[in-house]
């Protein structure tokens, strides 16, 4: 039993009319990070704001934040990516359904809507936790000085619980990248898809699996020493420093 | 819109959607659970091992897996388990392998990954005095582990190992990509025959989300119970 590696596929001409096999998986690596960048810029928006919704007084709006939270935890992303991309646009007005499933690069854009809210509900659990980890005290003391409530969350809560969520909110990056491969369900010919179709068309299965994984490993590796970078410029001085807290569940 | 969505597909194939696919779904579920943290457990105890060769092998395992997409891993292994299956039995050509089970070897694989590292903290959260009393009464490297540290490792950490099944129950959603016919892909297969996707992927995402619901509020009901008060 014997597999012909090949390690000189990655120079040969793909079928795909873009060049080397090599150049598709530098095109699927481009639609990783525009989907996952795009999805982590809305999930890092999305996620502060219902994250802080999520420790104010107001009951309604707490509420909201946690069905957020559950909706988009408790359904596997692979489904909420079928149901944005197959179920919504037929329950728009049909003008508008019709619009979107014609939009070119439609999948990207579902791709990116449904990344992006699915890590919001993560991003806003990391952010919850980081407000209600401070001792109440700083809130009450925000209020005492007559700060209004806008105010205590702008200058007292938010600039200390951010800084203790980085290192989470790492792996919710990391997170977005990995996940961005669902999308090839849907069609986006990302880094695991190109991979794939690597494979279909040269039949070299294992190089190209192979660079893939080197390659999500690279991203990987990039993105914590960014934000190990980032962590040390926002450390908190005095604080003993964040370090691996509680293990949660999760990918 | 609503006016048109039609009931009664879901009601016609809710027996096929339960008794192929749902029972697809939890048995993978389950076995790969409990694989992937006898797998997991033992990873955790090579990471923790004072052999360099063992952390450091156990080590880059983990970080390969936990730095690749599930979607990758699922091909990964849809390809490999044949050659694997071949070296391991000497055949002269990668064996044939079950959709079922090339699956649950990934999922088994992939989750160790992940199980590794709650079980880890877990151990890790253990007193060293416990291993020392334990060698000190004579018990060798397994039976303190197996008798003293991981019983109390493993209560500590129920409620997360849980949770992690909780995502591994969504995560099998993705065989969809080997076209395996597990919730999901049953769904998919009925709403494609019968253009019904809105109702199918509508009815798939309630299920899913009852079913997640109502095992996360179960375990946080764990929690409540296992937390030590005042710690």
Redesign the interface.
Known sequence: ?K?NWNWGIFWQLSPDGRGTYLDTLVAGLGWTLATAMAAWVIALALGMIVGVVRTTPTRWLRRLGDAWV??F????????M??WF??VP??LPASVGTWLKQLPRSAFYTAVVCLGLYTSARVAEQVRAGIQSLASGQRMAGIALGLTLPQTYRFILLPMAIRIVMPPLTSEF?NVI?????A??IGLVEL?AS??SL?EFSFQ??EA?TA??LI??A??LIVVIGMRWLERRLAVPGLIGSGQA?????? | MLTAFDWDVIRRTAPFLFREGMTFTLTLTALAMTGGIVFGTLLAMMRLASYRTLSTAASAYVNVMRSTPLVLVIFWFYFLVPWMGGWLLGATRPIQVGAFLSSLVTFMMFEAAYYCEIMRAGIQSIPRGQMWAGYALGLSYWQTMGQIVLPQAFRNMLPVLLTQTIILFQDTSLVYVLSITDFLGAASKVAQRDGRLVEMYLFVAVVYFAISFGLSSLVKRLQARLTVPGR
């Open positions: 039993m597999y559950e909706v935890r408790n359904v596997p992303l692979l489904v909420q079928f149901l197959f179920v037929e329950l990391l990995k996940n961005s491969a669902v090839l369900t695991t991979a794939r494979q299965v294992f699996f893939a994984t999500y490993m991203l990987n509680m293990p949660l569940a999760g990918h």
